[in-house]
């Protein structure tokens, strides 16, 4: 009796939160007030409320909630194996119940705490940006101009050993990057960032084996920097997500808001990281449409970028495995399940937007 009364509990609770989603789905859907409720009003407030109260801890509570699930997970697949072997198939079917009914809650906390800004408007009503398919000419264009940024701020920074000279510490670079935030807010007011939230992860590691730069913890609304990485990579990666925090999930968004605050700053190493990314991705769309372009672009860097990319090419392949992949495939379905259909290609959608700003006709 106990069993069937707790399988009939957690029914109820699993009825009422899909019933939630499908209220909240259809809302969106169909009222764009209370979308912009959402986006400018809820997740304003409560992300801010979440970084003030996170920001108190000196170290990363998301990382260890993962943690604590982690090991919840692996409990409880030992549980349920047991049970299976033993055949109690009541007490199997109420803790199977209750997993589904723990994820479907986990997935509701995730869409209201940050998911939902999959949904939100794009960037370039925020930004006027006639943002259109661009041709190969229009690519080299970009390539060619990130190029002159990028061995330019690279000659100016004097260092052509493959890292920048590193800040004193994380927090060092974390504060920069909140003053980057506020030099741009008072070109663009919708990058006001307020109680800021950025923390090195706790895994930084075990993160390169799947090649994650930096990460959004939607449940606590921390921004999380893999301070592990080549120190050259680390100014966009903070600004990047940021720019998550910030509301925008779009991965392109992210990418395009993290070059803006951090290309307009006055700090260099912020300025190279942010060049140095985008002409990354310029180049890496060019090959894909002609392989001699992206070479001649390439043949006219200066030796420190190319440093700086050997050295990043070579700190990866210490980490490559399967792992790598198979958290790349993962990744990409949970991207196209959030509405970005290019998946984990959808970082390189920001080349549109770059033509786009420096009006490359």
């Known amino acids: 009796m106990e069993h069937k009364a707790t399988i009939k509990r957690t029914g109820i609770r699993i009825v009422i939160t899909v019933l939630s989603l499908l209220l909240l789905n259809l809302l969106f859907a169909v009222s764009d007030g209370f979308a912009s409720f959402y986006f400018h009003r809820f997740y304003v407030s409560i992300s801010a409320v979440f970084r003030r109260v996170t920001g108190l801890v000196p170290f990363s509570v998301g990382d260890l909630i993962y943690a604590a699930w982690i090991i919840t997970a692996i409990v409880f697949l030992l549980k349920l194996c047991y049970k299976m072997i033993r055949g109690r198939w009541t007490e199997t079917g109420a803790l199977l119940l209750k997993g589904l009914g723990a994820l479907l809650g986990v997935y ?22 006639d943002v259109r398919s661009y041709n190969t000419a229009q690519l080299y264009k970009l390539a ?4 002159l940024q990028v061995n330019t701020q690279k000659a100016a920074l004097g260092d052509t050993i493959g890292l920048v000279a590193p800040d004193a510490d994380s927090a060092m670079l974390f ?3 909140v003053h980057a935030y506020e030099q741009a807010a008072t070109q663009w007011p919708s990058l006001r960032y307020k109680s800021p939230c950025i923390k090195p992860a706790l895994f930084g590691k075990w993160l390169n084996y799947m090649g994650v730069t930096g990460y959004l913890n939607p449940f606590t609304n921390e921004a999380q920097v893999n301070t592990t990485t080549p120190l050259f990579m680390q100014p966009f990666t903070t600004c990047h997500e940021i720019a998550h925090q910030l509301g925008y999930a779009p991965e392109e968004s992210a990418n395009f808001i993290g070059y ?20 990354l991705y310029s ?7 002609d392989t001699t372009l992206a070479k001649k672009i390439w043949g006219r860097a200066v030796p420190g970028v190319k440093a700086d990319y050997k050295a990043m090419i070579n700190f990866y392949k210490a980490y490559r495995g399967p792992l790598d992949d198979y958290s790349g495939m993962l990744y990409d379905q949970y991207l196209k399940a959030n509405k970005q259909e290019k998946g984990i290609y959808s970082y390189s959608e920001v080349v549109g937007w770059l033509v786009a700003y420096f009006h490359l006709n």
């Open 108 to 129: 509701l906390a995730f869409l209201l705490l940050w998911g939902y800004n999959y949904r939100r408007h794009s960037l370039a009503v925020d930004m006027g940006l």
């Open 144 to 147: 060619d101009t990130l190029l």
């Open 175 to 177: 504060d920069k990057a």
């Open 260 to 279: 803006l605050v951090a290309d307009n700053t006055g700090d260099p190493r912020f300025r190279y990281a942010a060049n140095f990314e985008m002409f």
């Open 283 to 289: 180049t890496s769309q060019l090959s894909r449409r």
